[in-house]
T-cell receptor, first 109, second 115 residues
Framework: GQNIDQPTEMTATEGAIVQINCTYQ??????LFWYQQHAGEAPTFLSYNVLDGLEEKGRFSSFLSRSKGYSYLLLKELQMKDSASYLC??????????WGAGTKLIIKP | ETGVTQTPRHLVMGMTNKKSLKCEQH?????MYWYKQSAKKPLELMFVYSLEERVENNSVPSRFSPECPNSSHLFLHLHTLQPEDSALYLCASSQEGGQGGEKLFFGSGTQLSVL
């Protein structure tokens, strides 16, 4: 079956760095997405990786290893506003998105 | 503001009621989606409309009935719901090109409680 695993909850300190991991098992692969969802708000797109390697966008970076079925989202210089849920989703060979249950990130002062 | 607007934001209904959720996208996209989001569970895709035709129906109970009158509007008609249908219902849109990588734009959702 198809599956996405990511931690349920993580805690980090303001100003620090945190890495949210995601492992996936899909029938074929057409890329991996990360979305951010603040409580009571819409999920918003953060990143898309289809090739191996690290892509950096300001304080946020996303990494993909296709051979390992593994991705991570790296958040630097954490701010209180980064407290949110982070959703990992892999696209299979039929362009269907397989979603993880999300990682709730709590930032403490 | 994501360009996708959902109403109402909150809805409480009894099991015998009939209600409708509304979604409107202002992005000129050609695909629209309904997702169900339950606490600590992955997003569940319910329906997909591409160019106003339904292309996906993931074994959703018939008490949920979608309608897509045009490429900008999407409705989810609800009737005879069960308490386990209580969840956040998210609408999304995208511009499909068949190449993968098309990101979704979500609305803020309707938080539904069935009593």
């Amino acid at each position: 079956g198809q599956n996405i695993d990511q931690p349920t909850e993580m805690t980090a300190t303001e100003g620090a760095i945190v890495q949210i991991n995601c492992t996936y098992q899909t029938s074929g692969f057409n890329g991996l997405f990360w979305y951010q969802q603040h409580a009571g708000e819409a999920p918003t797109f953060l990143s898309y990786n289809v090739l191996d390697g690290l892509e950096e966008k300001g304080r946020f970076s996303s990494f993909l290893s296709r051979s390992k079925g593994y991705s991570y989202l790296l958040l630097k210089e954490l701010q209180m506003k980064d407290s949110a849920s982070y959703l990992c989703a892999a696209m299979d060979s039929n362009y269907q998105l397989i979603w993880g249950a999300g990682t709730k990130l709590i930032i403490k002062p | 503001e994501t360009g996708v607007t959902q109403t109402p934001r909150h809805l409480v209904m009894g099991m015998t009621n009939k209600k409708s959720l509304k979604c409107e996208q202002h992005l000129g996209h050609n695909a629209m989606y309904w997702y169900k989001q339950s606490a600590k569970k992955p997003l569940e895709l319910m329906f997909v409309y591409s160019l106003e035709e339904r292309v996906e129906n993931n074994s959703v109970p018939s008490r949920f009935s979608p309608e897509c009158p045009n490429s900008s509007h999407l409705f989810l008609h609800l009737h005879t719901l069960q308490p386990e249908d209580s969840a956040l219902y998210l609408c999304a849109s995208s511009q499909e090109g068949g190449q993968g990588g098309e990101k979704l734009f979500f609305g803020s959702g309707t938080q539904l409680s069935v009593l």
